[in-house]
Nanobody
Framework: QVQLVESGGGLVQAGGSLRLSCAAS????????MRWYRQAPGSQRELVAS???????NYVDFVKGRFTISREISKNTVYLQMNSLKPEDTAIYYC?????????WGQGTQVTVSS
């Protein structure tokens, strides 16, 4: 089992930056994928970025060049650095841990970008 705790959301003006954190309850090496998703009001949850247990990263097109996923192994923590934020980035951001058998989710953190 994996418990995930997200933090770092908030209100920011367009063009600003935020860094989200996701602390996992066990080693990141034991988790196949750590992923960030987001869900805007009235929309489906969508994948934003992922990082594998080996450290490989992947991004969806609409965040490439603006968002960076990284990790701190000693803290079992994954980050999402978000720069050049746009109002359309407003959503609840969720952290996910995909193991060989189960997908675990955090409680989400709200990100609001004002124009």
């Amino acid at each position: 089992q994996v418990q995930l705790v997200e933090s770092g959301g908030g209100l920011v003006q367009a063009g600003g930056s935020l860094r989200l954190s996701c602390a996992a309850s066990r080693s990141l090496f034991s988790i196949n994928y750590m992923r960030w998703y987001r869900q805007a009001p009235g929309s489906q949850r969508e994948l934003v970025a992922s990082i594998t247990s080996g450290g490989s990263t992947n991004y969806v097109d609409f965040v490439k060049g603006r968002f960076t996923i990284s990790r701190e192994i000693s803290k079992n923590t994954v980050y999402l650095q978000m720069n050049s934020l746009k109002p359309e980035d407003t959503a609840i951001y969720y952290c996910s841990a995909l193991t060989s058998s189960t997908d675990y989710w955090g409680q989400g953190t709200q990100v609001t970008v004002s124009s």
